[in-house]
């Protein structure tokens, strides 16, 4: 059996389309292989600067943390040391007080009617007191005032602090 004349021309025809396909599919996977390694690569990048950007952020937050919470130790650091000095300065003036070594005196009020402009009549020898007449405190009720005064002053420390802890926080 003879093969007719047009079955060799059409295998070679089908062949070569069998072989140019296989060809094409091949050049085709290799250029979409190259595309998807350079898309990965890009993407890889991007995290990586997306990645980096994130720990530059982080590094520089904990760094303005740290600079918040030293400014903040230093005010309560202040805080503490005025608070402890006026304690201090308030114990040394109620133990002079106790022991008499210092008296509180209040101005009274001049009610002279002389024409002396509010000066006593007659010239004291008592001390160098300047001003009108004055009038010594019960050690007792000096100690008192002295405890509010040091409760006032107490209380403007820690308004002092609140104050600076509420700058500190709007500064950062």
Excluded: F
């Amino acid at each position: 059996m003879k093969a007719p004349g047009w079955l060799l021309p059409v295998l070679a025809l089908v062949l070569g389309l069998a072989l140019g396909g296989w060809l094409a599919w091949m050049w085709q996977a290799n250029t979409y292989g190259k595309a998807l390694a350079e898309q990965a690569k890009a993407y890889s990048t991007d995290r990586e600067q997306a990645a980096t950007t994130v720990i530059n952020w982080q590094g520089e937050q904990q760094d303005a943390r740290r600079a918040l919470e030293d400014r903040l130790q230093e005010s309560e650091e202040t805080h503490y040391k005025e608070l402890r000095d006026a304690q201090s300065n308030q114990v040394r003036l109620r133990d002079k007080l106790a022991t008499t070594e210092l008296r509180l005196s209040v101005l009274l009020a001049s009610t002279a009617t002389g024409g002396g402009g509010g000066l006593p009549a007659t010239a004291g020898t008592c001390g160098v007191v300047h001003g009108g007449a004055r009038a010594e405190l019960d050690p007792a009720a000096a100690q008192r005032i002295v405890a509010i005064t040091g409760d006032g002053d107490q209380g403007l420390i820690a308004l002092r602090a609140c104050q600076g802890y509420v700058r500190e926080m709007i500064r950062k």
